[in-house]
């Protein structure tokens, strides 16, 4: 790897600087260790005697002295470029040397790295010896993810231009470093600040997309490189050393795409976890931190997380629901105050155990309230489970809680007939199997917690009357979306028009006479007559009923809110968990609905994203538009401000009236 003699000229017309000529006086005596004589260009045949006698010794010492000069490392390296440039170049039954010479630039950079010169010839110089080795092996590994982006590595673009060219597809780990070097898909912060989920992930979701790799047509475009030598003796000109015929595909329109959505469906994942650790850097591993995790990159063999999932497993007994104290789940996961859950801490667990294919009832998310001591029940989800309900589940939620609420308020409930009705509203509105075990679910909770009466008497005195006979007609539709309504159901539905402060007459005006009224099950007929069958509704016109009374089951929504339930604060808060992606059944509606909001549901979020439309709101205008939203004014502002001091320190509306909204803070909340 040396130049040793008293004539060589290099490529300039000049003695190659590499030479070592033994003719020349060397300074033994005086050696310049710290290169201080050297020149920027240095030539061993210019060099001060002093300068020669230090670098001859840190050659004589297997060139890794650290302490060494720059300019010595330099001066071995330009005879490493002239072998490979010049005389491999042109004899290439030279080229068994390149592994050689690859595995010294290698070693020299472990040692001279950091000097940032060297560090961009010396990488630029193995690029040269991978495209004239043609190794088979530098296919093997791609470059590794997280270097520095810029340039992209002429040996990634090489073996991409490989694949294409001979109709292989692209593999996980080659996908990976392709969208981190690829220099029009920029990392946030996600990517940066958690790699290692951030690659375990990408590999799960590119074997989703891509189970048999990525494919890659072969582009026009050729890929050639320019190699700029360090060494003076090339005159400071570039020499072209590719001389292959291979596509260069790395910025191709197609492929650049799908890496770059998969880049933000992995990133959009891991936001939430990302945040959290922002703010809490030493909580990696715990259970605050894993609710946020996909679930499959949750490690549930040991630790905090396996020993809460154990315990949840342990309650449950096949597909069987099992009541449990909501006080036993509480404490085991981290919560602000002792036995008691705000909706975002709900929010977290609920989606935790959902992504483990775990329900709970109460939920948070399907417009029941946080946990708290007292009954809670689980149950086995399966895998087509949504993450958010229909109207058609939340309306008939909202029927089968009152039913039963009224039906244990008079002391008449019978298990039979709720659970008669129960079916009746899943067949009546297609609910999906999963909409139809959590109904069986809340009923069981329903029942188990003695769904009181008092608490959604009083905040169902706090609405209007056209909101009140809104809800009435709407659970009127709710119920008779068959045609067959029975007498039990009627008894039903007049006793809750009289909780709403509703004539419980006009349930009979709103009944069509061609419903059929039939019969409770394990009645008997009091006449020989057989009853005649009713005309069924028309679905579709069911369908748009409930399509139009979104804002009246928000309203429902709104009048179950527990007002128990304590305000987010932010000490050991487990953060929300992420919205899981739609899987199989319907999904919830509007299908294009905007996503939630911080851990808000989404009429809290509708509202928010309202308050945008100006910066000062008349109080008689905040409560039309929560209204509209339905939502409760004061409880909505109650609600906002608490997630706005939580993220920011400080509340978002202001003022009493008129109402001043902090849009810098807003801002912020809409940014999260």
Not at 174 to 186: E, G
């Amino acid at each position: 790897m040396l130049y040793v003699g008293r004539e060589l000229w290099a490529d300039n017309g000049s003695t190659e600087p590499a030479l070592i000529n033994p003719q020349l006086r060397v300074n033994r005596n005086s050696p310049d260790r710290t290169g201080r004589t050297m020149d920027y260009w240095p030539s061993y045949d210019s060099i001060t005697p002093s300068a020669r006698a230090a670098y001859l010794s840190w050659l004589a010492g297997g060139r890794r002295d650290p302490r060494a000069s720059i300019g010595y490392v330099f001066l071995f390296f330009y005879g490493l470029e002239r072998r490979v440039l010049c005389d491999i170049g042109a004899q290439k039954h030279l080229r068994g040397e390149l592994p050689g010479i690859r595995a010294e630039v290698l070693r020299l950079l472990s040692i001279y790295g950091e000097n940032s010169s060297f560090h961009g010839y010396a990488t630029d110089f193995l690029t040269v010896l991978d495209i004239l080795t043609e190794d088979e092996e530098a296919e093997r590994t791609p470059p590794p993810y997280g270097g520095e982006r810029w340039p992209t590595p002429f040996r990634l673009r090489l073996a991409l231009g490989r694949m294409a060219q001979e109709g292989r597809r692209v593999p996980a780990d080659w996908a990976l470093s392709w969208a981190w070097y690829h220099p029009q898909i920029h990392p946030r912060t996600p990517q940066q600040r958690c790699p290692d989920e951030f690659q375990s992930l990408f590999r799960l979701r590119f074997a989703e997309r891509h189970p048999r790799g990525l494919a890659v047509r072969p582009g026009k475009t050729r890929l050639h490189w320019h190699y700029r030598p360090a060494s003076e003796g090339f005159l400071g000109t570039t020499v072209d050393v590719t001389g292959l015929d291979v596509p260069d595909v790395v910025e191709q329109a197609a492929p650049t795409r799908k890496l770059a959505e998969l880049v933000d469906q992995v990133t959009a994942e891991l936001e939430p976890y990302s945040r959290w650790l922002g703010r809490h850097p030493e909580s990696a591993g715990t259970l605050a931190a894993a609710a946020l995790l996909p679930a499959e990159l949750v490690d549930t063999s040991d630790g905090e997380v396996g020993a809460f999932l154990d315990w949840v497993r342990g309650r449950l007994t096949g597909d069987a629901p099992a009541v449990v104290n909501a006080a036993e789940l509480i404490a085991r996961w981290p919560t602000a105050a002792p036995n008691k859950m705000t909706k975002r801490e709900a929010t977290a667990l609920t989606g935790f155990l959902a992504r483990h294919g775990i329900g709970v009832e109460p939920d948070v998310r399907w417009g029941g309230p946080a946990l708290k001591p007292g009954p809670a029940v689980l149950f086995p989800t399966g895998e087509a489970a949504s993450d958010a309900p229909s109207p058609a589940y939340t309306a008939t939620a909202v029927l089968v809680h009152l039913a039963a609420a009224v039906a244990i308020a008079d002391g008449e409930f019978h298990a039979d007939e709720q659970r008669h009705l129960v079916r009746h509203l899943q067949t009546a509105l297609h609910l999906t199997e999963a909409e139809q075990t959590r109904l069986n679910a809340h009923l069981t909770w329903a029942v188990e917690s003695g769904a009181k009466l008092a608490g959604i008497r009083q905040r169902l005195e706090a609405l209007t009357r056209a909101q009140r006979t809104s809800i009435g007609d709407f659970l009127v539709t709710v119920a008779t979306a068959d045609g067959v309504t029975s007498p039990r159901e009627v008894k039903t539905l007049s006793r809750i028009y009289e909780l709403l402060g509703l004539d419980p007459d006009r349930v009979h005006q709103r009944l069509r006479p061609t419903h059929t009224l039939g019969r409770p099950p394990g009645s008997t007929a009091t006449t020989g007559r057989k009853p005649t069958a009713g005309i069924g509704l028309d679905q579709a016109a069911v369908a748009a009923k409930l399509r139009e009374s979104e804002e009246v089951a928000a309203l429902l929504s709104a009048v179950f809110t527990d007002e128990d339930t304590p305000p987010d604060t932010p000490a050991r808060q487990a953060p929300a968990a992420p919205a899981a992606p739609q899987q199989n059944g319907r999904p919830p509606a509007p299908q294009n609905a905007p996503p939630t909001v911080a851990g808000l549901d989404a009429a809290h979020s509708a509202l928010l994203r309202s308050l945008a439309e100006r910066s000062t709101w008349p109080r008689s205008d905040f409560h039309a538009l929560a209204a509209r939203h339905g939502l409760m004014p004061d409880g909505a502002v109650d609600t906002l401000n608490e997630l706005a001091l939580d993220v920011t320190g400080n509340p978002v509306i202001d003022g009493d009236d008129p109402m001043d909204i902090d849009t810098d803070v807003l801002q912020e909340l809409l940014d999260e």
